[in-house]
């Protein structure tokens, strides 16, 4: 399985973007996707994370209200819509699928992609 990130760049506080996750290759069904973020000089942390079917969605507590993740199993692309954008939002942002339930943990997935670069600036 490959997962391609996009969507990332320079936003202003306040400002918002769209990132997408596509996943290409053996894709094997009913898997959740999650998005991690990595800022400079800081471990990888769980941002957001959804179920296959859609129905049920995580989220770190300083994005809530804030982003909101989503999928379209048809194109095989999460999206994570980012609104109200911090500079501490400023991270290489990371989307990873996996097939285990603990969804906010980084080592129950199997699969990443290469990362986004969002940049906030103040």
């Known amino acids: 399985v490959q997962l391609q990130a996009s969507g990332g760049g320079l936003v202003q506080a306040g400002g918002y973007l769209r990132l997408s996750c596509a996943a290409s290759?053996?894709?094997?069904?009913?898997?959740?996707m999650g998005w991690f973020r990595q800022a400079p000089g800081k471990g990888r942390e769980f941002v957001a994370a959804?179920?296959?079917?859609?129905?049920?969605?995580y989220y770190e507590e300083s994005v809530k209200g804030r982003f909101t993740i989503s999928r379209d199993n048809a194109k095989n692309t999460v999206y994570l819509q980012m609104n109200s954008l911090k500079p501490e939002d400023t991270a290489v942002y990371y989307c990873?699928?996996?097939?285990?339930?603990?969804?906010?943990?980084?080592?129950?997935?199997?699969?990443w992609g290469q990362g986004t670069l969002v940049t906030v600036s103040s």
């Open positions: 959804i179920t296959w079917s859609g129905g049920s969605t």
């Open positions: 990873a699928s996996t097939m285990r339930d603990q969804v906010r943990l980084i080592h129950e997935y199997d699969y």
């Open positions: 290759g053996r894709i094997r069904s009913r898997y959740a």
